[in-house]
């Protein structure tokens, strides 16, 4: 039997509602409601009598956006982690953070039963309750919208206007949103077909690239074995740097993706990401690993981002694959350490200098000029060894009195009209 509920709470309709739907249909529970601070910037004034007024218990609200960058974004960051070659990952890496949260306070609290109102649909779904599973198991998932006959805004309305609860009055926006510190993510509404271009008015982080200001923009971003810790010089804490740097990539029009991406639970599904801070940070720890690691350390971290983005994206944070490809990810970041200069213009991004006290790269090597260091002439011994397989298959076939596989001329070209 459920007897105290810990509920995810934005103070939003359906969280509101799902209040006293899980007081009618769980034995008049107790219901928890719990609010994350991951830099969202919805008001937070007012939140605690609202829930209570909707009929819970108590609210708790936390602030977690230093823990959520420096313990989940930046980690992601490092791996290089990319979902289908576009999406930063921004909402599927705060949704671990908010689950482990949730399972936290319902062990503190003595609650039996964690609930959520992410719909059927979705991957937040998969998300949250894939943490639950991981950290607390015999907590007991409610999903309202998988359960409820609530099927539309009117419905939801209605619902609570029976239950008194107090409705803001606001028209709805066309667009389905989620905001952290590191991205706003906007579906729905004429996004739905993938051939309408994104109207302006929709973003909030960003201006067009076509209004951005005539004149670059030069940063600087310092690091220290792989996590940002500086701009412009200036050490700040990683919610300061994230904030003001969100500020000035997206006053450049900075971290805009239009993507049609699969979702986990099988259909694909258009989104257009605004991550102004995020994408500057990603590009420029790009360049700096690009002088600071080896050739085949690099071109391996690259095929393990690839299965990092797919573990993050698919909710299976908490889970021994990626704590293994954390471990790898930590010992490649150890000379990670120096300043990336980066030129924002009209929605580019542009690499203006890189070092590193660490850095692989001898410019007496790679000079086109005289050198003492390479002799150029053991080039030759090593294009022969190298080539050595492609040289023996086409001789075999040569010998057998064929031709090379790759070698198939069109001699029609040389015939005479």
Not at 31 to 57: M, P, R, Y
Not at 182 to 202: C, F
Request: with cysteine; aromatic share 10%; glycine share 8%.
């Amino acid at each position: 039997m459920v007897t105290k509920v810990v509920l995810a709470y934005s103070g939003g309709l359906d969280t509101s509602v799902i209040v006293p739907w899980l007081k009618s249909n769980y034995n008049n529970c107790e219901v928890v409601c719990f609010t994350a601070d991951v830099g969202q910037q919805e008001e937070l004034d007012g939140l605690e009598q609202k829930a209570i007024a909707s009929g819970a218990a108590k609210l708790v609200v936390l602030d977690l956006r230093e823990e959520f960058l420096k313990d989940y974004v930046f980690p992601t960051m490092q791996a290089g982690a990319v979902y289908e070659r576009d999406y930063l990952l921004g909402t599927s890496i705060a949704r671990p953070l908010m689950a482990k949260k949730m399972v936290e306070i319902a062990e503190r609290e003595g609650a039996d039963a964690i609930a959520h109102g992410c719909t059927g649909k979705g991957n937040d779904q998969v998300r949250f309750e894939l943490t639950v599973m991981a950290l607390n198991p015999k907590l007991k998932v409610i999903a309202p919208w998988r359960e409820w006959d609530i099927r539309s805004r009117e419905d939801a309305i209605d619902y609570a206007r029976q239950y008194n609860i107090p409705l803001a009055q606001t028209e709805k926006d066309i667009y389905s949103r989620d905001r952290n510190i590191m991205h706003l993510s906007h579906e729905g509404g004429l996004l739905e077909d993938p051939w309408n271009e994104p109207e302006p008015s929709m973003f909030q982080l960003s201006v067009s690239p076509e209004e951005a200001p005539d004149e670059p923009e030069y940063v600087e971003i310092g690091f220290e074995k792989g996590n940002p810790v500086s701009l412009n010089a200036k050490t700040l804490s990683a919610v300061d740097l994230f904030v003001r740097l969100n500020e000035i990539a997206g006053s450049h029009g900075i971290g805009r993706v239009d993507i049609v991406e699969n979702r986990l639970v099988g259909m694909k599904s258009r989104g257009v990401y605004e991550t102004p801070a995020g994408t500057v940070i990603f590009r420029a720890h790009q360049a700096l690993e690009s002088i600071c690691l080896d050739k085949y350390t690099m071109h391996y971290k690259d095929f393990v981002a690839v299965k990092y983005a797919e573990l993050v994206y698919n909710g299976m944070w908490f889970m021994q694959l990626r704590e293994a490809l954390d471990a790898f990810v930590r010992v490649t970041q150890q000379t990670v350490t120096g300043t990336v200069r980066l030129k924002l213009y009209k929605g580019n991004i542009i690499i203006a200098g890189r070092k590193s006290p660490y850095s692989l790269y001898r410019e007496d090597y790679a000079s086109f000029g005289e050198e003492d260091v390479y002799n150029q002439q053991d080039a030759h011994g090593f294009i022969q060894l190298f080539g050595l397989p492609l040289k023996v298959e086409s001789l075999l076939a040569i010998d057998g009195g064929g031709e090379s596989r790759y070698r198939k001329p069109d001699y029609s070209k040389f015939k005479r009209d």
